[in-house]
Structure formats: structure tokens, C-alpha cells
Nanobody
């Protein structure tokens, strides 16, 4: 499967932004999905995950209460709604397909990666 992330850009602190991830086929509907990010000079880190039915959303502590992950299996798509972003949220965001039906917070639990979309939070 190929994953195409989009929606990144320059956003001011406090504004909202929604990232989208489109999958090339419907096989993703059987797998958990998630978002990771990588800031300059830092390791890739997990942001959020969701199971194959769109349930059990999980979030990293750094984004909990501000970001919302969702999916639409009819459209083979996954989304990340970023509310009240902060400067420290600046990173390349990657969507990812889990090896299992549940979301994975571990890099080793990911079977496919999207190409990434850059989010810059700055005034």
C-alpha cells in the first residue's frame, strides 16, 4: 500500500490544521493507522494511533487534548486534526500503517510509511 500525506504548511500558534493521509487501496481498512513526527535533529516519535474500526484513539502525552485522530474507511483515509498547535509541534508528520488491526506507538509495529508532510508552527 502507498500512503500519501497532505495538509501541512505554515500555521500560527493557536490556529487549527488538519492533516490527511490517503491510502492507495482498501487493505488499510483492516489495519490500525497512526501518525508520527520528526523534528529537525530529533528522532521520529509517535503522535497518535487508531484501530481498524476507528476506535481506541491513543495519543502521546505531548499532544493529548489538542490533537484528534480519525479515519474514514470508505475513503481509505486517516486524519489528524491539530488544534492549538505550538512551536514545538513543528516537524515532518508521517502517516503510518500498523502491522496489526490496532494502532502502534512503536516504530517496529509499522508496516508502511507515507512520505511526510511538513508542519511549521510559527508566528
Amino acid at each position: 500500500v502507498q500512503l500519501q500525506a497532505s495538509g501541512g504548511g505554515l500555521v500560527q500558534p493557536g490556529e487549527s490544521l488538519r492533516l490527511s493521509c490517503a491510502a492507495s487501496d482498501r487493505t488499510v481498512s483492516n489495519n490500525g493507522m497512526g501518525w508520527f513526527r520528526q523534528a529537525p535533529g530529533k528522532d521520529r516519535e509517535w503522535v497518535a494511533a487508531i484501530d481498524w474500526k476507528g476506535g481506541r484513539p491513543q495519543y502521546a502525552d505531548s499532544v493529548k487534548g489538542r490533537f484528534t485522530i480519525s479515519r474514514d474507511n470508505a475513503k481509505n483515509a486517516v486524519y489528524l486534526q491539530m488544534s492549538s498547535p505550538k512551536a514545538e509541534d513543528t516537524a515532518i508528520y508521517y502517516c503510518a500503517q500498523s502491522r496489526s488491526s490496532y494502532g502502534s506507538a512503536s516504530l517496529s509495529g509499522i508496516s508502511s510509511w507515507g512520505q511526510g508532510t511538513l508542519v511549521t508552527v510559527s508566528s
